[in-house]
């Protein structure tokens, strides 16, 4: 079954304890990307990335880093997570970035930091 | 400056029908694509529109209209399980981003 998986689903930390959210995707993607969802704010990137090794900031990378070592994994890192980082995660993939690829998204990851 | 605006929300009964607006104001245009997300899941891919015109798509129709920067979801025969929040999201092709709305939640009532 093509997907988009993210582990965890939920996850509750305090601030500044190092985490990674994982994404993984099986349908040989080149572009994924991760948003963050927030109440009143809607869907704002994060990160993405076009292939391997190649990554690039979203609209609010503050906070954040990403990898893309492997063309089905783009793990999301918060290396000292403050609660203002609290919010629903979303990783996505599409065949590319052109305008007519669809995005498929993951379960996403509610992430709380006390 | 970007900018897609949708209501907040919004109400209707079981077999009715439901138009969702959209608007937007971005640098450049390459499409427009509706989502629906239930609550706490994650967005499903509805329809998507780069030309003027009607999609229609089974109960969901889509609609755009480039030279006004407006879109609409239609939705016939309203089911209870269509209770969800539908995202409009323009692809800006000067940034080759993917820009959301906030979402309009819809309930539909028995």
């Known amino acids: 079954e093509a997907q988009v998986t993210q582990n965890p689903r939920y996850l509750i930390t305090v601030t500044g304890k190092k985490l990674t959210v994982t994404c993984s995707q099986n349908?040989?993607?080149?572009?994924m990307s991760w948003y963050r969802q927030d109440p009143g704010l809607g869907l704002r990137q994060i990160y993405y990335?076009?292939?391997?090794?190649?990554?690039d900031k979203g609209d609010v990378p503050e906070g954040y880093k990403v990898s893309r070592k492997e063309k089905r994994n783009f793990p999301l890192i918060l290396e000292s997570p403050s609660p203002n980082q609290t919010s629903l995660y979303f990783c996505?993939?599409?065949?590319?970035?052109?305008?007519?690829?669809?995005?498929?998204f993951g379960p996403g990851t509610r992430l709380t930091v006390l | 400056g970007q900018n897609i605006d949708q209501p907040t929300e919004m109400t209707a009964t079981e077999g009715a029908i439901v138009q969702i607006n959209c608007t937007y104001q971005?640098?450049?245009?390459?499409?427009l694509f509706w989502y629906q997300q239930h609550a706490g899941e994650a967005p499903t891919f509805l329809s998507y529109?780069?030309?003027?015109g009607l999609e229609e798509k089974g109960r969901f129709s889509s609609f755009l209209s480039r030279s006004k920067g407006y879109s609409y979801l239609l939705l016939k025969e309203l089911q209870m399980k269509d209770s969800a929040s539908y995202l409009c999201?323009?692809?800006?092709?000067?940034?080759?981003?993917?820009?959301f709305g906030t979402g309009t939640r819809l309930q539909v009532f028995p």
């Open positions: 349908m040989n993607h080149e572009y």
């Open positions: 971005t640098s450049g245009f390459n499409g």
């Open positions: 996505a993939s599409s065949l590319s970035r052109r305008g007519t690829d669809t995005q498929y």
């Open positions: 999201a323009v692809r800006d092709d000067n940034t080759d981003k993917l820009i």
């Open positions: 990335s076009m292939n391997v090794e190649v990554t």
């Open positions: 529109n780069v030309l003027d």
